[in-house]
């Protein structure tokens, strides 16, 4: 039989039977009647009719070829053939001494072979092999886009999984072209920074070219405010936002006097949502002034590519102004009763202030009256030295407590000396009153049981009393919300002063009382006005307070004193 030729495609060599072209596709349409003639009259010198596909039987081995009125007859019939025919392929393994039935045979044959007898039919493709029925290699071509914007992204990795494995980076269109690869499914990842990794799959045919179009999507991630402006101590909602979403966060902050915490307070740096919450105070000034924070987010998605944000948040400054800063100061009195000698304040209270303090929010405060609320003003008073010396004839009695410690009114909220006033919004002004008045009580005689009792009863008699402190007092606005979390830096310092009191009374009990103290009184030493800022000490803000600590017995010392 004649050999297929390799490969014959749709209108490539495949035409009408009666257009006078070769069933092998050897003869074009077009061949002269001349050729065909020479053609058929090669049949003598034994040669292959035209169209053969090659594999016919040698004309010198047929027997009737050796015949001469044969072999003219089979020229003649050739002749016509060639002249009613243009399908060539009448071989099919018949001799050249076929009969005119045998060459209309052939002809049959050729219309089958081509499609019938439709002119306009083509032939179906045929499978693309090499030698050895193995498909012919293909191509296979990847392309990478940004799935936001449909632009190529240069540089990709790609990794190609199938018949044959492979990788590749994108070019500047964003493809990576694999020629000559294996027929058969591949399937293709890419993978950018900053992007998502995805996989496309396709076919690469035999003889033909695959395609895979990736599109990766953009990691992404933003941070949204919720108030344009953070206000100083109360916590300021931030909320990072990452796409595509189920990455995790992890934050940073730059902050002079701040932090990121969760909801209940707690310092955090994940989550997508954190507070940010600050607070400092100038010491020199009082003021609260202004502070940016720099936060960051880095959102880790869950093929590990990244995506950062950046944010500066300011938290607003607030000033407070302080009028009516005048001291007053009374001398401190002895003043005697039946039974006592009472050290205590004169006409007045041995140190008294009534200052003023306004709140000035700035302009930009997205929230001023629950910002102002949360401030309050007050004082705050250590007590930096103390002596309670009472002298009787036989018998020192001294109170030593531990210095420094914080002075407060009994049942007053910590840490205030007196208890704080609120403001209750912008521009509130508030009067926060001081006083003081330090003192002790020292019997005529002394009433402790252990005391020497030896008549006659003047071994029980006072001799003297020595009494004086001194203090720093400062007047703050506490922000409420950052004492919950930071009490020992909530503060502002509006203002401060140191003050002093002593007295040291001699007694003869020779005279009667109301005459037997000597002097009766004594100046405190008191500033005129309060001084602005802090000052150069600091606040003792400790659980104990000075009358718990003096009325300790253990801070009371009794001692045996040569008789005065």
């Excluded at 749709?10 to 035409?15: H, I, K, L, Q, R």
């Excluded at 052939?106 to 092999?129: K, Q």
């Amino acid at each position: 039989m004649p050999e297929q030729p390799d490969e014959t495609t749709p209108g490539d060599g495949a035409t009408s039977a009666e257009s006078g072209e070769s069933a092998s596709g050897q003869e074009a349409p077009g061949d002269s009647a001349s050729e065909q003639s020479e053609s058929a009259g090669a049949a003598d010198g034994g040669s292959e009719t035209p169209g053969d596909a090659g594999e016919g039987e040698d004309a010198g081995t047929d027997e009737s070829a050796s015949e001469p009125d044969a072999s003219s007859d089979s020229a003649d019939d050739q002749s016509e053939s060639a002249g009613d025919d243009s399908s060539g392929d009448a071989g099919d393994g018949a001799d050249e001494g076929t009969d005119a039935g045998a060459v209309e045979a052939a002809r049959n044959d050729a219309d089958t072979n081509f499609g019938g007898e439709s002119p306009d039919e083509t032939v179906a493709p045929c499978p693309v092999e090499v030698a050895g029925g193995a498909k012919k290699p293909g191509n296979l071509e990847v392309t990478v886009l940004d799935a936001k914007t449909g632009k190529p992204i240069p540089g990709a990795t790609v990794d190609i999984t199938g018949p044959a494995a492979s990788s590749g980076t994108t070019d500047d269109s964003g493809k990576v072209q694999k020629n000559g690869v294996p027929a058969g499914d591949y399937t293709a990842t890419a993978k950018n920074p900053g992007y998502t990794t995805e996989k496309g799959t396709a076919p690469v045919p035999a003889g033909g070219t695959g395609k895979i179009e990736i599109k990766l999507t953009p990691i992404t991630v933003t941070i949204t405010l919720a108030q344009p402006v953070a206000c100083p101590g109360h916590p300021l909602e931030i909320t990072a936002a990452g796409s595509p979403a189920g990455g995790t966060y992890a934050w940073t902050i730059t902050v002079p006097a701040g932090d990121l915490v969760d909801a209940a307070g707690t310092t955090t740096r994940s989550g997508d949502k954190v507070n940010l919450r600050g607070f400092q105070s100038d010491t020199t000034t009082g003021d609260i002034p202004a502070q940016t924070a720099k936060i960051g987010v880095t959102y880790t998605y869950t093929n590990g590519q990244t995506a950062a944000a950046n944010q500066d948040v300011v938290i607003h400054e607030i000033k407070f102004q302080l009028t009516d800063d005048s001291i007053s100061k009374s001398p401190t009195a002895a003043n005697e009763t039946a039974t006592v000698l009472d050290i205590t304040f004169g006409a007045s209270a041995t140190m008294s202030t009534d200052p003023k303090v306004e709140i000035d929010l700035d302009a930009s405060c997205p929230r001023k009256t629950d910002c102002a609320k949360n401030h309050q003003t007050g004082w705050l008073q250590t007590v930096l030295t103390s002596v309670v010396d009472l002298r009787y004839t036989h018998t020192r009695i001294q109170v030593t407590p531990p210095m420094p410690v914080r002075d407060a009114i009994a049942g007053v909220v910590a840490p205030f000396y007196l208890a704080p006033i609120p403001f209750t919004g912008d521009k509130d002004k508030q009067t926060v009153h001081h006083e003081d008045s330090p003192g002790v009580k020292a019997p005529w005689t002394d009433p402790r049981p252990a005391s020497p009792a030896p008549p006659p009863p003047k071994n029980k008699q006072l001799r003297s009393v020595i009494r004086s402190m001194s203090f720093t007092a400062w007047l703050v606005v506490q922000n409420i919300e950052w004492f919950a979390h930071h009490p020992a830096d909530c503060y502002a310092f509006v203002g401060h002063f140191d003050w002093s009191m002593s007295i040291t009374v001699a007694v003869d009990f020779t005279k009667a009382v109301g005459s037997r103290g000597s002097p009766h009184s004594s100046p405190p030493t008191v500033p005129a006005k309060i001084s602005k800022g802090k000052g150069g000490s600091s606040p003792d803000l400790g659980a104990v307070v000075y009358n718990t600590t003096a009325n300790d017995p253990a801070n009371q010392h009794v001692d045996p004193a040569p008789e005065i």
